[in-house]
Nanobody, 126 residues
Framework: VQLQASGGGLVQAGGSLRLSCAAS????????MAWFRQAPGKDRDFVAA????????TYADSVKGRFTISRDNAKNTAFLQMNSLKPEDTAIYYC????????????????????WGQGTQVTVSS
């Protein structure tokens, strides 16, 4: 599946952004989805994941309570709502898809994900 991430930008600390990940070329409902991020000079880190069915989710401790992952299978799109943004959230955000046989399974390991979007830059100023 091909993924196109969008919605990044420059925002002040405390602000909000909503990232979108549009999928094409595959059966979107058969993929678990996730967001990862990579700050300059750092490794790519897990942010949030959602199951095929959209019911099961999990988050990195650093974003829990501030970010919400969701998906609209009818529109082949996943989302990441980011509230109360902090300067340490500054990074390139990538969406990823993993084909899954299980409706409720979620994955936090990057190696599980076979398809990746191009990334969208999020910059949070203090």
């Amino acid at each position: 599946v091909q993924l196109q991430a969008s919605g990044g930008g420059l925002v002040q600390a405390g602000g909000s952004l909503r990232l979108s990940c549009a999928a094409s070329g595959g059966y979107f409902s058969s993929y678990a989805m996730a967001w990862f991020r990579q700050a300059p000079g750092k490794d790519r880190d897990f942010v949030a994941a959602i199951s095929r069915g959209g019911i099961d989710t999990t988050y990195a401790d650093s974003v829990k309570g501030r970010f919400t992952i969701s998906r609209d299978n009818a529109k082949n799109t996943a989302f990441l709502q980011m509230n109360s943004l902090k300067p340490e959230d500054t990074a390139i955000y990538y969406c990823a898809a993993a084909s899954s046989l299980y409706v409720s399974r979620i994955y936090v390991i990057a190696d599980v994900y076979s398809d990746w979007g191009q990334g969208t830059q999020v910059t949070v100023s203090s």
